[in-house]
């Protein structure tokens, strides 16, 4: 088991920056591979970035590519997503995920096996 716990959501404006954070707890968490996805109203939960069991490779959505960046601390049991040049089509909960399987390039709701509780992300224009 692996519990997920997000923080970091927020209001910020068009061209600001968030960085969100994601506390794992239980099964070890170099283990997993790590992702993060949003869902805003009205859509399906989409995939955002994910990250291998070490953090040497990353993959990203098209739509963030650029301006968002997954990374992850080990030692921490965190994985972060850094935000910036946020627009208002980024406004969305924002949900951790963990991959206890996968090697991190994984994008499909499906493929992930644990989920945090989500972190709301509301970008004005």
């Known amino acids: 088991q692996v519990q997920l716990v997000e923080s970091g959501g927020g209001l910020v404006q068009a061209g600001g920056s968030l960085r969100l954070s994601c506390a794992a707890s239980?099964?070890?968490?170099?283990?997993?591979?790590m992702g993060w996805f949003r869902q805003a109203p009205g859509k399906e939960r989409e995939f955002v970035a994910s990250?291998?069991?070490?953090?040497?490779?990353?993959y990203y959505a098209d739509s963030v590519k650029g301006r968002f960046t997954i990374s992850r601390d080990n030692a921490k049991n965190t994985v972060y997503l850094q935000m910036n040049s946020l627009k208002p089509e980024d406004t969305a909960v924002y949900y951790c995920a963990a991959d206890a399987y996968g090697l991190g390039s994984s994008s499909g709701v499906y493929e992930y096996d644990y989920w945090g509780q989500g972190t709301q992300v509301t970008v004005s224009s």
């Open positions: 990250i291998s069991r070490s953090g040497g490779s990353t």
């Open positions: 239980g099964r070890t968490f170099s283990r997993n591979a």
